[in-house]
């Protein structure tokens, strides 16, 4: 099967048929790609952007770590678990180095021209445990990695 862009082929894949076509490589389509693939199921996953490419970084919170967790314990994808509940350092270990340690959540309401309002903010500690913040960058090029090691493919810059 041949990817067109134009008349330009961008990539050609060896089979025709996919079990599953998972519209993103960010980190839920990765993780569903990486599940999937690793059950025996055929995948393909489109993307229209190119790994590694620039994404806003993101943290986890102990909910989203402990999902990740399940789901790397659950569907045996122990890969899962170096952004799940281990520690940050295994983050940085196992995933990449540019990646850091969330201890505090904070918002705040900022008016144009106006000096801050210390009323308008506030701040949530984690007395759980560390989080990770994520240099989304990395973070998804390793899951698509993980992907492709179990078994996915992957058409990048394509668009559906």
Not at 15 to 20: G, L, M, Y
Not at 90 to 115: D, M, P, Q, S, W
Request: glycine share 8%.
């Amino acid at each position: 099967m041949f990817l067109l862009k134009g008349d330009t082929i961008i990539i050609s894949i060896d089979r025709t048929e996919f079990d599953v076509i998972v519209l993103g490589t960010g980190i839920a389509g990765t993780m569903i790609s990486t599940i999937l693939a690793r059950h025996g199921h055929s995948v393909l996953m489109i993307d229209s952007g190119v790994h590694p490419r620039f994404a806003i970084g993101e943290s986890t919170i102990p909910q989203t770590s402990q999902l990740i967790s399940m789901l790397a314990k659950d569907f045996k994808v122990p890969e899962f678990h170096h952004i799940g509940l281990d520690s940050p350092d295994a983050l940085r270990l196992h995933v990449t180095r540019n990646c850091g340690i969330k201890r505090i959540f904070g918002f705040a309401y900022h008016r144009l021209g106006e000096e801050h309002q210390i009323a308008e903010a506030h701040q949530f500690g984690n007395i759980w445990r560390d989080e990770n913040h994520l240099f989304r960058q990395d973070v998804d090029a390793y899951l698509l990695t993980v992907a492709l090691n179990y078994g996915a493919r992957a058409a990048q810059s394509t668009q559906v």
